[in-house]
């Protein structure tokens, strides 16, 4: 195999950062390729737990080399926060950690911006991580960002940070946010670009070389495809392609070398900030898969919203990305539930719906229509065989293959590198 690819299939949260860490354990390099520090991926070695935001989550694995792509959208004292840390734990990323020159900056200014844009939103609020990720795609789409290769030259730098400042502070100023917040930018980012320095690189050139050396390459996608800037619940979503076409734009890595696509379900469904969510239980079912599952989010603390296993959107998930294989996380949580539903269609108007909807107004009205299969009470955490699993788990799992179109490939019950099975 030389690249896989592996995303997450719901909102989010799936539990992607544990599967890259055992996945990617054997493969050359890991990349991030979109998103930016938005992502919280947990992994869990031995009782320690890590949680990236912008580094893969392949960097515990002393072996690989980690790639920060293009398509990323760089904070970068987050990232040299994190570069920190991780050397306070003992992980040493010298000589194998590295930035794409392309990837674009986020800026005080994006994440003021962001924080102001929510607090001005009339209606629904988006509910973003106010980490400047929507300002930042924003500007770079409207070819006004800043790359990190634009750090590295301080004069360069100037006078891009010039060009528009005043623009800037009557923007914050006109959403009630304080503009001299941006005073020490320059001098800031000036020290960024010293700092970042010695991690810049060409990756595509990187990447490209490792293709043709038939290296092992692993793709780990942030956010969820139904938080796809395209293809999700918009305007609820986030501001990059979460699909597999965001992993190559944003890495540079081309289509036909992709051998394998993971997709990444959690047993049940969350979702953090706003937007529809069909199978969402505000009642003691919920409330017992938040506790359970400790679903708070990685990134902000906040509390996930929480329901049922929806396979409409799994479906269209698996669908539109040619999803391989699927890796289904937290069935552990479920243990102890006499029965589980899982939603298999929608209810609009008397009128039954497979099909995942464009509109966000249309889907926050549907009314799951329910499966229900006989639950489980064992606790399966401990269980490491297949065949050990309580049949219910076994059919709950044949029904999510069923449903969604792609084998489950393994399955993981517990948070742990070792909490794993093989099918
Ligand atoms: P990501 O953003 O997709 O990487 O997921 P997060 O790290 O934000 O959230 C997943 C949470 O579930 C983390 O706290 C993980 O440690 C945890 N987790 C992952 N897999 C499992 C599992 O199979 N069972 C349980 N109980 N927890 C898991
Ligand atoms: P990982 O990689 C869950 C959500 C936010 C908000 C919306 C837009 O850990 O799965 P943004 O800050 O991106 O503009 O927010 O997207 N969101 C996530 N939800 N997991 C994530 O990443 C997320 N990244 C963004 O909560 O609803
Ligand atoms: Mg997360």
Not at 324 to 343: F, Q, R, Y
Request: glycine letters at 12%.
């Amino acid at each position: 195999m030389t690249v896989t690819a592996l995303l997450g299939l719901q909102w989010g949260d799936e539990g992607k950062g544990k599967m890259v860490d055992i996945l990617s354990a054997t493969t050359d390099f890991v990349v991030r390729c979109q998103g930016g520090s938005n992502a919280g991926h947990t992994v869990k070695v031995k009782g320690q737990t890590t949680v990236l935001h912008l580094i893969p989550s392949g960097v515990l694995s002393p072996q690989t080399v980690c790639v920060i792509g293009h398509g990323v959208v760089l904070d970068p004292g987050q990232f040299l926060d994190e570069v920190a840390t991780l050397k306070e734990q003992g992980i040493n990323t010298d000589g194998r950690l590295f930035v794409s020159d392309r990837a674009h900056v986020v800026f005080p200014f994006h994440k003021i911006l962001d924080g102001a844009q929510e607090e001005a939103r009339e209606g629904a609020k988006i509910g973003t991580t106010k980490r400047g990720i929507g300002p930042c795609y924003e500007e770079k789409a409207s070819r006004q960002g800043l790359r990190v290769l634009d750090l590295l030259d301080g004069n360069r730098l100037r006078s891009r940070l010039a060009d528009g400042a005043e623009m800037k502070k009557k923007r914050l100023t006109s959403l009630g946010a304080d503009p001299s917040e941006l005073a020490n930018t320059l001098e800031l980012y000036l020290e960024f670009g010293r700092k970042l320095a010695p991690y810049v690189a060409d990756t595509v050139a990187m990447l490209h070389d490792a293709v043709s050396d038939d290296k092992r390459i692993f793709l780990e996608g942030a956010q969820g495809v139904l938080l796809d800037l395209d293809l999700g619940t918009y305007p609820y979503v986030t501001s990059s392609n979460t699909n597999i076409g965001g992993l190559l734009s944003g890495s540079g890595i081309p289509a036909r070398a992709i051998d394998c696509t993971f997709g990444v379900l959690k047993a049940y469904t969350t979702r953090v900030g706003s937007g529809p969510f069909p199978t969402e239980l505000e009642d003691e079912v919920g409330q017992r898969l938040r506790d359970r599952g400790a679903e708070y989010g990685a990134t902000t603390g906040r509390p996930r919203r929480c329901g049922w296993f929806d396979a409409i959107g799994a479906r269209f998930a698996v669908q539109v990305n040619g999803v391989d294989k699927i890796l289904l996380t937290k069935s552990d949580v479920l243990s102890g539930c006499d029965e589980i539903a899982i939603c298999t269609g929608y209810r609009l108007d008397e009128h039954v719906t497979e099909r995942y909807p464009a509109d966000a107004v249309a889907l926050s009205q549907v009314e799951p229509v329910y499966e229900t299969l006989p639950g489980w009470s064992e606790d399966i955490s401990g269980v490491r065989a297949y065949d050990e699993l309580p049949v219910n788990m076994r059919g709950y799992v044949d029904r999510i293959e069923e449903l969604c179109g792609a084998p489950v490939a393994m399955v993981s019950v517990g948070p742990g590198r070792e909490a794993i099975i093989e099918r």
